[in-house]
T-cell receptor
Framework: DQQVKQNSPSLSVQEGRISILNCDYT??????FLWYKKYPAEGPTFLIS?????DKNEDGRFTVFLNKSAKHLSLHIVPSQPGDSAVYFC??????????FGAGTRLTVKP | DTGVSQNPRHKITKRGQNVTFRCDPI?????LYWYRQTLGQGPEFLTY????????KSRLLSDRFSAERPKGSFSTLEIQRTEQGDSAMYLC?????????????FGEGSRLTVL
């Protein structure tokens, strides 16, 4: 059961422009949403999270937006840098136990 | 390095053999998780421990799979009678019981190849 979906397997943007990665979920019990970044041959590393009681969280170049009515969240990276090129996973949890991940979106930032 | 450590990093085995993976979490973390990741997919939850207690198991964890965390520190994941479909990256993660961000700290994973 795909409770967390990332429908875009890949995204390519120009350096300096905005990257927008999208994620949809089905389980209304999710109360925490996270984005992880993964480089080849490494485990996923935490990027940014948002609680279900908020609709926006910002950390430097990274902003996560949550639209609970649409069960949708997005990650904005601005300005995008070549070092941001990686696979980005959206994840969600209910009660910080069983965290569910999307299939990932591969971001390529071109110089 | 005080991050999550997994061993071995890569294991190649023949179908029918047993394999065991070890995970050493961040020392002060009470929770430990096992995930499986196949090509083109995100990590899939297998099981998690709160200290030494195994609190949740996914239906993905068939009776050939067993995980332990005997002293509430390191954990092992054993797969018996491996099948080719078991080929995947096995990821371990840990977290404190209470976390402001809900973040899991992942290891680099153990890649299993079943021939």
């Amino acid at each position: 059961d795909q409770q967390v979906k990332q429908n875009s397997p890949s995204l390519s943007v120009q350096e300096g422009r905005i990257s927008i990665l999208n994620c949809d979920y089905t389980n209304s019990m999710f109360d925490y949403f996270l984005w992880y970044k993964k480089y080849p041959a490494e485990g996923p590393t935490f990027l940014i999270s948002i609680s279900s009681i908020k609709d926006k969280n910002e950390d430097g170049r990274f902003t996560v937006f949550l639209n609970k009515s649409a069960k949708h969240l997005s990650l904005h990276i601005v300005p995008s840098q070549p070092g941001d090129s990686a696979v980005y996973f959206c994840a969600a949890s209910a009660g910080n136990n069983d965290m569910r991940f999307g299939a990932g979106t591969r971001l390529t930032v071109k110089p | 390095d005080t991050g999550v450590s997994q061993n071995p990093r890569h294991k190649i085995t023949k179908r029918g053999q047993n394999v065991t993976f070890r995970c050493d979490p961040i020392s002060e973390h009470n929770r430990l998780y096992w995930y499986r990741q196949t090509l083109g997919q995100g990590p899939e939850f297998l099981t998690y421990f709160q200290n030494e207690a195994q609190l949740e198991k996914s239906r993905l964890l068939s009776d050939r799979f067993s995980a332990e965390r005997p002293k509430g520190s390191f954990s092992t994941l054993e797969i018996q009678r491996t099948e080719q479909g078991d080929s995947a990256m096995y990821l371990c993660a840990s977290s404190p019981t209470a976390s402001n961000t809900g973040e899991l700290f992942f290891g680099e994973g153990s890649r299993l190849t079943v021939l």
